[in-house]
């Protein structure tokens, strides 16, 4: 099974920073990763997929990077409605996810 | 509009118990799409736990290690619909329970989810 790692598991930011989240696979994974945003109660909403291909409607501050075993999710400048959890996916071999990041208001 | 709403779920199951959730999809050729199932213990991240393949791939099914062999999963294209028999429930199967939309690569329309409880 491949594993994914994100980092870090929590985050504090304030609106307008720059964030980063980080993924590793403990194998190859190419450009399979997708990032998803679920907000609390709600259902997961797919942001981005196959690396950094928005989903439509998702604003073009969220983008997504990387290849190999190592990837990122960037949001340029934070908005109050960002403030979620995400999470990683690989769809190389079936599926897993991350364990998560939790993005609070500093 | 795609959609997908999952029933099934909402009361109590003892241990060892059996479950049959299902899911319906509307706004969507609903056969033309692999569809899985991820579900969110209480508290905690989301974990795939399997998923039917479309028709053209003759709906092989793939499970997760935790739940293969005694999760099923099933389709039926003419209704539009996904299942998920669940049986020996353990309480580590307590989550809610989401239906999916895939493509084999990523998940794009999520139901709403449903919850299990399992416990004596």
Do not use: N
């Given at each position: 099974d491949i594993q994914m790692t994100q980092s870090p598991s929590s985050l504090s930011a304030a609106i307008g920073d720059r964030v980063t989240i980080t993924c590793r696979a403990s194998?190859?994974?190419?450009?399979?990763v997708n990032w998803y945003q679920q907000k609390p109660g709600k259902a997961p909403q797919l942001l981005i997929h196959t690396t950094s291909t928005l989903q439509s409607?998702?604003?073009?501050r969220f983008s997504g990077s990387g290849s190999g075993t190592d990837f990122t999710l960037t949001i340029g400048s934070l908005q109050p409605e960002d403030f979620a959890t995400y999470y990683c996916q690989q769809s190389y071999v079936t599926h897993s996810f991350g364990q998560g990041t939790k993005l609070e208001i500093k | 509009e795609e959609q997908l709403v999952e029933s099934g779920g909402g009361g109590l199951v003892q241990p060892g118990g059996s479950l049959r959730l299902s899911c319906a999809a509307s706004?969507?050729?609903?056969?033309?799409h692999y569809m899985d199932w991820v579900r969110q213990a209480p508290g905690k991240g989301l974990e795939w736990v399997g998923r039917a393949r479309n028709k053209a791939h003759n709906h092989m099914t793939e499970y997760a290690a935790p739940v293969k062999g005694r999760f099923g999963i099933s389709r039926d294209d003419s209704r539009n619909s996904l299942y998920l028999q669940m049986n020996s429930?353990?309480?580590?199967?307590?989550a809610v329970y989401y239906c999916t939309k895939g493509?084999?690569?990523?998940?794009?329309v999520w139901g709403k989810g449903t919850t299990v409880t399992v416990s004596s």
């Open positions: 194998e190859s994974i190419l450009g399979f409607g998702v604003p073009s | 706004g969507f050729t609903f056969s033309d429930l353990t309480v580590d199967d307590t493509g084999g690569y990523y998940m794009d």
